[in-house]
């Protein structure tokens, strides 16, 4: 049983990270250039609001299933890879990666915090602005812009570092070594 829970907690980690991290190269790679495309502003103001939501609602549950995940495979790890008691956590390299992987992970959500919550809704309340016919400078939008994608651009940096962390984790051959 103790396998089985490990593999489905382990899938269960990866489905979070496939769904979190997946939205994010989407709207890098195909929302944002394709939506430029889209010449009336009020229609790609809509999209855009209707897609990020979404996202949203996606990503959200790839960080619930994550945590859900992560708390398992924490709270089991010296049961399941039979470490005593007696061993420190950062007595050996998994206790360190995983103190460097939850900073991360940290940083990463307070990154994307600040990208969705402020930077983000900025930049669709200056195009908002501009669509009905306020005066909003390209140089503004531009500024708006450049800091949303910059926080986004460092999260998803993170999210590819902090799963390069995950797969150390996993090599137990290496993680399992003294620190």
């Known amino acids: 049983m103790d ?4 593999i489905f907690f382990i899938w269960m980690h990866v489905l979070g990270v496939a769904l979190f991290v997946g939205p994010q190269f989407f709207m ?22 209707t897609i990020t939501r979404r996202f949203g609602y996606v990503g959200g549950a790839g960080l619930v299933m ?3 995940a992560g708390g398992y495979l924490i709270g089991d790890w010296r049961n399941f890879y039979a470490v005593s008691d007696e061993t420190g956590f950062t007595d050996l390299r998994f206790g360190v990666v995983f103190i460097v992987k939850m900073t991360l992970l940290t940083i990463m959500l307070l ?11 900025r ?7 501009q669509a009905n016919g306020e005066q909003v400078s390209e140089a503004a939008l531009r500024k708006a812009r450049l800091q949303s ?21 996993n090599d137990v051959s290496w993680s399992l070594q003294e620190a």
């Open 28 to 49: 890098a790679f195909a929302w944002i250039p394709a939506s430029r495309g889209i010449d009336d502003m009020q229609v790609r103001i809509r999209a855009m609001r």
């Open 111 to 121: 990154a994307l915090g600040i990208h969705m919550f402020i930077l983000g809704p």
């Open 149 to 169: 994608m910059a926080f986004s651009i460092f999260g998803l940096v993170l999210a590819l570092a902090i799963m390069v962390l995950g797969a150390m984790l």
């Open 123 to 129: 930049q669709m309340a200056r195009l908002e602005a």
């Open 3 to 6: 396998n089985f829970l490990h």
């Open 66 to 68: 994550l945590f859900v």
